[in-house]
């Protein structure tokens, strides 16, 4: 919420804003989702025991006699 209310501002930001600070409000306008998601997703790697099973699979062959 914070970082959308941030983008907010930076968009009435460039509109009353002249010059190269109408270009930087622009810009962290349009970036400032992107970090935001990249901020969100830090630190979520895929974990790969979650997946194995907690059971060890037995290896005894049936035999026909």
Known sequence: MIG???????????ILATGSLRW???AGA???PYVAVFIANAGR???RT?????V????????VD
């Open 4 to 14: 959308m209310s941030i983008r907010t501002m930076c968009f009435v930001g460039a």
């Open 24 to 26: 930087v409000l622009i």
């Open 30 to 32: 349009i970036l400032l």
């Open 45 to 47: 790697e895929w974990d």
């Open 50 to 54: 979650a997946f194995r099973s907690p």
């Open 56 to 63: 060890k699979p037995h290896n005894k062959s049936i035999s």
